[in-house]
């Protein structure tokens, strides 16, 4: 009977352990961790780091307990010696970063290295561009996509995943051009990696692109946005504006709801600033202590 009811067995310890009521709040015994795992880290982060010391900046990362990469950058290592230093130390490479002439004209360089660090995922991030996105460059973009994301798929086994950058989110009809880029791509061939700050820094909620798109969104970004900061469709602010996690204008515990329920794989923290050291950290005990608080 009493293993039923965990109020029961609550009010009972109390009672034997002497332990006064108020020490032993409701949410001990029933909330939950809102994100339950380490989140990996893109490489841009440490890029100043690595382009000193790749085997001490790696050390450096997983003595944050940190074991999940996503690199955009080799830092003068050849894949398969970069995959050697990860495997020393436990550590995997799930997502490869490319630009977008690589990923378009060398896909099969790009595919062959991505294979050689272990990793699933390919990822562009930039849309190589000149003043505001237009629709033409939308629809040309999304051929692209859709026949280099189709070799990589059919041909060599990987998942391409394009990086939001802002300016994807220009009103378009009754949507935004992100919204026709997703449109014109095919859902096997093109997946996203979203960005939640190049989500924000436009005016859009993340939470609403997760629940729209839901599970072609593969990767994250994990990011925020400084507080009074006002975006625009440029894809570019000050490095500065990248603040720790829960302190900035993004409300992180919808957008990791809606991200799980949208199934996404692999979570990265991204930290442009000249400020990792202390925020780095920040985020991760921020993201250890968000908790999904049940109903009293």
Not at 128 to 157: C, S, Y
Not at 213 to 221: C, F
């Amino acid at each position: 009977m009493i293993a039923t009811f965990p109020g029961l067995i609550a009010l009972y310890c109390l009672t034997i352990l002497h332990v006064p009521a108020g020490l032993w709040s409701s949410a001990a015994l029933t909330d939950e961790p809102l994100f339950d795992k380490v989140p990996g880290i893109v490489s841009y982060t440490f890029r100043r780091e690595f382009a000193k010391d790749v085997p001490g900046t790696l050390d450096r990362i997983k003595s944050l307990g940190v074991t999940d990469m996503e690199f955009s950058n080799l830092f003068g290592q050849s894949a398969e010696d970069l995959r050697k230093m990860l495997d020393e130390r436990g550590m995997v490479c799930s997502s490869l970063g490319v630009s977008y002439d690589d990923f378009r004209d060398n896909t099969d360089e790009v595919a062959a290295n991505a294979k050689a660090l272990g990793a699933k995922f390919v990822r562009v991030a930039w849309i190589p561009h000149k003043g505001q996105m237009t629709l033409e460059k939308i629809t040309e973009v999304a051929g692209d996509f859709n026949r280099r994301g189709r070799h990589l798929r059919e041909k060599h086994g990987l998942i391409f995943c394009y990086h939001n950058h802002g300016y994807e989110f220009v009103p378009h009809l009754d949507g935004t051009l992100f919204d026709e880029l997703m449109r014109q791509t095919l859902p096997e061939d093109v997946s996203v990696e979203l960005d939640i700050l190049w989500v924000k820094h436009p005016g859009v909620e993340p939470e609403t692109i997760l629940e729209k798109y839901g599970s072609r969104i593969k990767l994250m970004h994990l990011k925020d946005l400084k507080k009074g900061v006002k975006g625009d469709f440029t894809g570019s602010t000050a490095v500065e504006n990248d603040v720790a996690l829960g302190t900035g204008q993004i409300n992180m515990p919808a957008v990791l709801k809606a991200a799980k329920k949208a199934g996404v794989k692999h979570y990265y923290l991204e930290d442009e600033s000249p400020n990792i050291q202390t925020q780095i950290p920040a985020s991760i005990q921020y993201l250890k202590d968000l908790v999904i608080e049940s109903d009293r």
